[in-house]
């Protein structure tokens, strides 16, 4: 039989959905969104009849195995919750939540309730960076030593009373765009357990834009997080960037003991300057696909996905670091809570 799967947020939601389509072990039966234009052209584009404006209605309604929560990132917390409470397997739109606490419940959740949750950033299925990955766990670069990330937008397509212009609700441009890029290459690096983070946010384009927010989001973001390890990163996000309208600019990117690698490229660099592809981009429908094929594989095996909760308190942690230094003005130490006890103490 397959897993029958929901989905609440129709608007990225359907690209995400979009992985699951014509998969012979999964079903998308329903779907909530509360605005009925953006409700109605997802239903049509994913081959879905049951539409509903609210999840909650949806939940009263459908039997389901599964939800895939892609609603704004401030209802994230509450619609996994909604999920649990029905004993339901979760697939998460990243970022996960607007604070590290919101996450840290989400995780500490599922745990309890035997279920799994895995976040979705289809960039950890593009080839360039799985196989990054896979060199660096390999050990065929060496330690990785210091990364880039960066990832620039040109255009900015939502309104002045947009939730994505308000910082407390999840918008400005680290959350908006810069996670999935930070996450590749975190990913890409081993996923190394964080201890310090330095940020700087800036809101020349969004506070104007925005006057009557208390809070606007910023549109440029820059960063760097210190490791365990002795690595370090950079992260820049920025939104209307000066590029030509509907352009970005994306670039992932290493140094290791024993070469480089330019995810962006997918070219690898070893010490003697040899320098040669080691991988080609995959298109977004792939990474989908892939992406669901992974979902659907840890709830047929009960094994927890490569990015599980424990990975989601660990990142989660270093962007609410990098965004908490920002405010502040000063480094901010980061601890990694991977664990129940961690949560709870021990207690």
Not at 60 to 67: C, M, R, S, W
Not at 189 to 195: C, Q, V
Not at 247 to 264: H, L, Y
Request: glycine share 8%.
């Amino acid at each position: 039989m397959p897993t029958r799967i929901a989905l609440v947020g129709a608007n990225y939601g359907a690209t995400l959905a979009s992985g699951f389509a014509d998969l012979e072990n999964a079903k998308l039966v329903a779907i909530a969104d509360p605005d009925p234009k953006t409700l109605a052209q997802a239903a049509e584009s994913l081959g879905v009849d049951k539409t509903f404006e609210s999840l909650d209605e949806l939940l009263q309604t459908v039997e389901l195995d599964a939800l895939i929560v892609a609603s704004p990132t401030y209802l994230h917390e509450r619609h996994v919750g909604a999920a649990f409470d029905l004993g339901l397997h979760v697939l998460c739109a990243s970022p996960v939540g607007v604070r590290g606490s919101e996450v840290s419940h989400i995780v500490t959740s599922a745990g309890l309730v035997g279920k799994i949750f895995m976040w979705a950033n289809p960039l950890r299925f593009d080839p360039r960076v799985s196989i990054a990955q896979g060199l660096v766990e390999a050990g065929q670069v060496g330690e990785p030593t210091n990364g880039k990330a960066s990832i620039l937008v040109a255009d900015w397509e939502f309104p002045a009373d947009s939730w994505r212009l308000e910082r407390d609700l999840g918008g400005g441009a680290l959350l908006e765009v810069g996670t999935q890029t930070l996450d590749a290459l975190w990913f890409a690096m081993g996923a190394p357990d964080p201890i310090e983070a330095l940020g700087s946010r800036y809101d020349t384009f969004s506070a104007p834009f925005a006057s009557d927010l208390e809070h606007p989001a910023e549109d440029t973001f820059c960063g760097v997080v210190r490791f365990k390890n002795g690595a370090s990163l950079q992260i820049e996000a920025q939104l209307k960037a000066a590029l030509p309208a509907g352009e970005s600019q994306q670039v992932i990117g290493f140094t290791a003991t024993r070469g480089s690698i330019d995810v962006s490229a997918g070219q690898r660099r070893d010490q003697d300057g040899t320098s040669y592809d080691y991988a080609k981009s995959s298109c977004s429908s792939s990474q989908l696909r892939a992406l669901a094929v992974s979902f659907l594989q840890a709830i047929e095996t009960g094994e927890e996905p490569a990015a599980n909760g424990k990975q989601a308190l660990a990142f989660h942690k270093m962007i609410d670091a990098l965004l908490t230094s920002s405010r502040e003005k000063e480094a901010v130490s980061i601890k990694v809570e991977r664990t129940l006890d961690d949560l709870f103490g021990g207690l």
